[in-house]
């Protein structure tokens, strides 16, 4: 370990003149050292500390630290637009970096959430000096693993992060009585009346998100995506099995997985999107949940930056927290395939629980439930990768809602662990023009507490091809034997996703004015396939 000097500020100017802020921790000694580079809009001193370790820490481990404040933040110059420069203001950013007194000339960045976004576009200039990248909890396609998801937009958490952003430039513009307003609703979100943004922030990035409900050539040109297609740089990606940009982690990984002549490493923590501790929501995951990431990141560097032969390459590339065995485990390939069918029956009472069920057997009587959503009380969002605050919670008094129809299996009788993607299909026909289907995964303790596993959602029509197939959060998990699965059926996750209205989703006030109660018919057994498709898997 490096004694290390007093922190450095220093100043640079893009192409186009623009002065970008840094701070610089450098260790106490005469060599040369690669650079780790973190570039990120919230203040530079946080250094994204709430799940790193100080700056100062790696640099005490051989390496300059580099800090900056992208353009229009903290004290850098230029104006602040949602990724817009990212990719030529990273790339100058790097080729500065790599030439600052005291560098060996290579370069990695780390980061997660915008911090991780910068690094993707950074890369996408392919500057030489760019070595590697630890990309944490990121969105690959702006539109499917950030905005939205199965097409409906995630409220919660787009309108809390553009009112943090907000509050922020309002504080950079010293416009007090906007910071003001805006701190406010960033502590009690105005979650049915965002017009607070039109007010005090018409220049936002959520205007566009939350009217742009499509997939076309605005989300194309955002994401990073479509910039990345033939750069390859080893990359170490990091994700959370509760965090939101879990499926921005997981389509990066496999894309890169795909085409990639270089090391391509996944670790998968039991996390949300921050902090990445033990304890996600009401569970407490254990000693071993704690992050080794910064550890893990060291060794990365050394392999990538300094030519070290840590050993990292001939270990397991895939490296997954087990929730429930509550240990980490390593894995060959992620596994894709849903093995095994539990099929939905009903005596047409699932909102009270009576003879519903999950089953490995299918039935061959045709039954019905009934779901009906008031926009008036609808169904709240409680844990999960969407809402906020995210993680497991006890969900049991939500599931004896009327309008959440719960369907549950028989007390297992061994051990399940499962690996990768939870698919519903439900077969399902609406009242309304529009509506929207939730569901949620649970494991039913023997003492009778629920406590929530993995979810989905999707926004529907009427034309929807049916069954209606709901994706929902990749996972990593061991339910016990003794316990049993549940899966929980609404129309709404309020306020984590839109409300739907009937015809579509409730962006305003206004629109919720328009809302229409909706009626489900949910068709289970008979020629129907609803079910849930577990990726089962041998340990």
Not at 326 to 354: C, D, H, M, V
Not at 378 to 385: A, E, I, M, T
Request: proline share 5%.
């Amino acid at each position: 370990m490096y004694k290390v000097l007093p922190k450095q500020t220093a100043s640079m100017y893009t192409r186009d003149g623009t002065r970008l802020d840094a701070d610089i921790y450098r260790p106490d000694a005469t060599e040369n050292f690669p650079v780790l580079l973190m570039r990120q809009p919230y203040a530079r001193a946080i250094a994204s500390t709430v799940v790193y370790a100080h700056p100062s820490w790696y640099a005490a481990h051989g390496y300059i630290v580099v800090i900056q404040d992208v353009r229009g933040r903290g004290t850098s110059g230029g104006e602040f637009k949602l990724f817009a420069h990212e990719i030529a203001d990273g790339e100058d950013t790097i080729y500065w970096a790599a030439h600052l007194p005291g560098s060996n000339g290579k370069v990695g960045m780390y980061g997660f959430s915008y911090q991780g976004m910068t690094q993707l576009y950074a890369a996408s200039a392919k500057p030489t000096a760019l070595k590697t990248i630890c990309p944490a909890m990121i969105g690959y396609d702006l539109y499917t693993d950030w905005a939205y998801e199965g097409g409906a937009f995630c409220l919660q958490t787009n309108l809390a992060w553009a009112i943090q952003l907000a509050t922020e430039t309002a504080r950079l513009r010293g416009d007090n009585t906007a910071y003001q307003k805006l701190f406010a609703a960033a502590r009690n979100l105005p979650l049915n009346h965002p017009e607070i943004l039109q007010q005090l922030a018409s220049d936002s990035f959520y205007h566009d998100w939350a009217t742009r409900p499509q997939l076309d050539s605005y989300w194309a040109e955002l994401s990073p995506k479509q910039h990345l297609q033939t750069v390859d740089l080893p990359m170490f990606h990091i994700g959370g099995w509760f965090d939101t940009y879990l499926r921005g982690t997981l389509h990066l990984y496999q894309d890169m997985l795909a085409r990639s002549t270089q090391a391509q490493h996944l670790l998968v923590g039991p996390w949300a999107h921050l902090p990445w501790g033990r304890k996600v929501g009401e569970m407490d995951f254990g000693a071993k949940a704690a992050s080794p990431v910064d550890k893990m990141q060291i060794r990365w560097f050394d392999q990538f930056l300094k030519d070290i032969d840590t050993g990292l390459l001939s270990e397991s590339s895939i490296c997954l927290f087990e929730m429930g065995s509550n240990i980490w485990r390593t894995f060959p390939n992620l596994n894709i395939a849903n093995q095994k069918s539990y099929f939905l029956s009903t005596t047409g009472l699932a909102t009270i629980r009576e003879d519903s069920a999950l089953s490995t057997q299918h039935s061959a009587l045709l039954t019905q439930d009934v779901l009906v959503h008031d926009p008036w009380r609808p169904v709240p969002s409680l844990g999960g990768h969407a809402g906020i605050p995210a993680g497991v919670f006890e969900r049991s008094h939500i599931d004896c809602r009327a309008d959440v129809l719960t369907y549950t299996s028989q007390p297992l009788t061994a051990d399940l662990h499962l690996l990768g993607n939870v698919i519903v299909e439900i077969d399902c026909r609406a009242d309304q023009p529009s509506y929207d289907m939730c569901a949620v995964l649970s494991q039913v303790q023997p003492d009778g507490r629920v406590f929530n596993l993995t979810q989905g959602y999707l926004h529907c029509q009427q034309q929807t091809p049916l069954p209606l197939k709901i994706q929902l959060q990749t996972t990593c998990v061991r339910i016990n034997k003794g316990s049993a699965l549940r899966l929980s059926l609404s129309a709404a996750c309020f306020p984590a996703y839109a409300m739907n209205s009937g015809n579509g989703p409730i962006m305003s006030s206004d629109s919720l004015l328009q809302a229409q109660i909706i009626t489900l018919t949910i068709n289970c057994g008979g020629d129907t396939s609803s079910q849930v498709l577990l990726p089962v898997v041998e340990i």
